[in-house]
């Protein structure tokens, strides 16, 4: 009987162990899945927030950039076109009177 009772408690132990080693694999995995979600997810927050900020000033510059074209465009509009250049083609033919 003391034999019975003796194995019993040694295949329990053993047993046991097994179960909970799988039990602490198990717990490992998740607590190592949420941590790189975490971290991820931080990193994702931080990237974003960085994008957002270049992409506003980069906007910003553009629509910038697209008044002051506005604005040449309507200042050379009052200028006449039809100017004549202020030093003639020395090439150009020259009528005789």
Do not use: C, W, Y
Request: charged share 35%; no cysteine; aromatic share 2%.
């Amino acid at each position: 009987m003391k034999i019975i009772n003796l194995m019993l408690t040694i295949l329990l132990i053993l047993g046991s162990n097994t179960v909970q080693a799988q039990f602490l694999k198990k717990l490992k995995e998740k607590v190592n899945a949420t941590m790189d979600r975490k971290i991820n997810g931080t990193i994702d927050k931080a990237i974003s927030k960085t994008t957002d900020k270049v992409v506003d000033s980069t906007t910003h510059k553009i629509e910038k950039v697209t008044k002051d074209i506005s604005k040449r465009k309507k200042q050379n509009k009052t200028i006449p076109e039809t100017e004549e250049p202020i030093v003639r083609d020395s090439t150009a033919r020259r009528e005789h009177k």
